[in-house]
């Protein structure tokens, strides 16, 4: 029996399972509770407004994510003032008004903190927000599931070489590390295949054979 095939009251509904997309989020919504599972994925119920963790969540990770792309602090920082211009609807009086400008600018300065200490760590970023879509394999049987694919995004992809302060002197960006290790390789001499040992083999030939 899966997800899908629990109603509202935790019962084993007749109604056929569908295939599905099963994410992180998914899976500890149903870890935490099925019945709120199953209002939010199988009905589709979302809340009206968004709570605070949520906003400041989404809008600080929009900011790393066009760092993560080779953008400016100014760039997020602009992309996330964008994102609270549309003031909410429950904003009615000044004093609510006030919080959501003070949470813009809280979800700005954090953007700021993360770019003064690790704005410069050296990290070569492979990729950002990649998604993917692929077949949940039963590890016994190699079959792939019929009803559930796992789905989700990888945050981001980087690399990280940790230098001595001399080298870094020397090498300070990830495209001259690059450069070096490349020229280094190409003086290195084809690894040989490994030698038979005589000892070795004059002792392998004097054991009986069955």
């Known amino acids: 029996m899966s997800l899908t095939d629990l109603s509202a009251d935790g019962t084993q509904?007749?109604?056929p399972a569908v295939r599905e997309l099963?994410?992180?989020?998914?899976?500890a919504c149903a870890k935490a509770c099925l019945r709120r599972h199953y209002y939010a994925y199988e009905l589709g119920l979302r809340?009206?407004?968004d709570s605070q963790p949520l906003r400041m969540g989404s809008a600080v990770h929009l900011g790393l994510d066009l760092l993560a792309q080779g953008k400016t602090f100014?760039?997020?920082?602009?992309?996330?003032?964008?994102n609270y211009s549309e003031i909410a609807g429950w904003c009615t009086t000044i004093d609510f008004l006030e919080e959501w400008l003070v949470e813009c600018e809280t979800c700005v300065r954090l953007v700021r903190g993360y770019v003064w200490r690790?704005?410069?760590?050296?990290?070569?970023?492979?990729?950002?927000?990649?998604?993917?879509?692929?077949p949940l394999v039963n590890p016994k049987t190699g079959s792939a599931s019929t009803i559930w694919r796992l789905a989700g995004k990888i945050d981001k992809?980087?690399?990280?070489?940790?230098?001595?302060?001399?080298?870094?002197?020397?090498?300070t960006t990830p495209e001259s590390v690059n450069a070096a290790l490349r020229a280094l390789i190409l003086t290195m001499p084809a690894t040989p295949a490994k030698p038979v040992h005589k000892a070795s083999s004059a002792w392998a030939a004097q054991?009986?054979?069955e």
Request: charged content about 25%; cysteine-free.
């Open 207 to 209: 054991q009986p054979t």
């Open 118 to 134: 690790w704005g410069d760590d050296g990290a070569a970023i492979v990729a950002t927000e990649q998604f993917f879509d692929i």
């Open 74 to 82: 100014d760039d997020a920082a602009t992309a996330i003032r964008t």
């Open 47 to 49: 809340r009206d407004i």
């Open 13 to 15: 509904d007749s109604a």
């Open 157 to 171: 992809s980087q690399v990280v070489v940790m230098l001595e302060p001399d080298i870094a002197e020397v090498f």
């Open 22 to 27: 099963l994410t992180h989020s998914r899976m």
